[in-house]
């Protein structure tokens, strides 16, 4: 099931997509809208409003290599606020402050209950599905920060979408893909992990309770690619679906009243 978080006059609800003649049912029966509703009759928003975003960086072996280690060095994790999170059709906005700003293409596991120290074998009844999703970072205010907070948590950030697939039963082997203005700049495997989507869940289920909502980015392939004003970023993940965002640059800040 193809799961979007719609607006449809005065309601905000999850709704299945059917693809076949591009409408969208309601999942809340309790507001009564039980017939199929014109795609282009709601205003599609960001799938997800988790309370944090969770992120494994040098979690795909390619990536390690060109950071120059290895995969005793996975997993390494960082959050990214709520604020940072966009839909498919929205823009990623290169601050003013940051001079290189890159994108890589991520699989983002969706929480589906609250969890705590999930063994392995029971993660899959925690998930609600995956979505494609980009880890956007400033580089070279990364570098000059001791941590990832400023460098990572610019508004935009985390763009995540265009849905949330629920039928996707193993992520262990999906091929995933970025590109740039039609430029393929990054293609890899989940197979290429370290650590595996369940064992990431697993395994940071062991440091926070994880609510529903809340989303994981469990890392990606070699090869981050800078942006540039008027760019259009494309993330395929085989299985789950195609995100794509425009960029552009920050506009001048409103003077002080």
Same mark, same amino acid.
């Given at each position: 099931?193809?799961?979007?978080?719609?607006?449809?006059?005065?309601?905000?609800?999850?709704?299945?997509?059917?693809?076949?003649?591009?409408?969208?049912?309601?999942?809340?029966?309790?507001?009564?809208?039980?017939?199929?509703?014109?795609?282009?009759?709601?205003?599609?928003?960001?799938?997800?409003?988790?309370?944090?975003?969770?992120?494994?960086?040098?979690?795909?072996?390619?990536?390690?290599?060109?950071?120059?280690? !290895?995969?005793?060095?996975?997993?390494?994790?960082?959050?990214?606020?709520?604020?940072?999170?966009?839909?498919?059709? +929205?823009?990623?906005?290169?601050?003013?402050?940051?001079?290189?700003? &890159?994108?890589?293409?991520?699989?983002?596991?969706?929480?589906?209950?609250?969890?705590?120290?999930?063994?392995?074998?029971?993660? #899959?009844?925690?998930?609600?599905?995956?979505?494609?999703?980009?880890?956007?970072?400033?580089?070279?205010?990364?570098?000059?920060? &001791?941590?990832?907070?400023?460098?990572?948590?610019?508004?935009?950030?985390?763009?995540?979408?265009?849905?949330?697939?629920? !039928?996707?039963?193993?992520?262990?082997?999906?091929?995933?893909?970025? =590109?740039?203005?039609?430029?393929?700049? +990054?293609?890899?495997?989940?197979?290429?992990?370290?650590?595996?989507?369940?064992?990431?869940?697993?395994?940071?289920?062991?440091?926070?309770?994880?609510?529903?909502?809340?989303?994981?980015?469990?890392?990606?392939?070699?090869? #981050?690619?800078?942006?540039?004003?008027?760019?259009?970023?494309?993330? &395929?993940? !085989?299985?789950?679906?195609?995100?794509?965002?425009?960029?552009?640059? &920050?506009?001048?800040?409103?003077? =002080? +009243?």
């Amino acid at each position: 099931m193809k799961v979007l978080r719609v607006r449809h006059g005065d309601a905000t609800f999850y709704a299945q997509l059917a693809v076949e003649d591009s409408t969208v049912r309601c999942l809340d029966r309790s507001l009564g809208r039980n017939a199929p509703i014109p795609l282009g009759e709601v205003a599609v928003l960001p799938p997800v409003t988790p309370s944090k975003v969770v992120c494994a960086a040098g979690n795909f072996r390619s990536r390690l290599r060109e950071m120059g280690r !290895d995969a005793s060095d996975a997993p390494m994790l960082f959050l990214k606020p709520p604020s940072a999170v966009i839909g498919s059709g +929205q823009a990623i906005v290169l601050p003013r402050s940051a001079v290189r700003v &890159e994108a890589e293409c991520e699989l983002a596991i969706v929480i589906g209950r609250a969890c705590r120290n999930v063994a392995l074998a029971d993660v #899959p009844k925690c998930l609600f599905g995956y979505a494609c999703a980009g880890d956007v970072t400033a580089v070279d205010l990364r570098d000059q920060d &001791e941590t990832l907070g400023r460098a990572k948590g610019f508004d935009t950030f985390a763009p995540i979408g265009p849905w949330i697939e629920t !039928d996707l039963e193993d992520p262990s082997a999906l091929g995933l893909r970025l =590109l740039v203005n039609g430029r393929l700049v +990054q293609e890899g495997n989940t197979s290429d992990m370290a650590v595996s989507p369940f064992a990431l869940v697993s395994y940071v289920s062991t440091i926070m309770t994880l609510l529903p909502g809340d989303v994981i980015l469990s890392g990606s392939p070699a090869g #981050p690619s800078p942006l540039a004003p008027g760019d259009e970023v494309r993330i &395929e993940i !085989d299985a789950v679906g195609v995100l794509i965002n425009a960029v552009r640059a &920050e506009a001048d800040a409103a003077p =002080l +009243q």
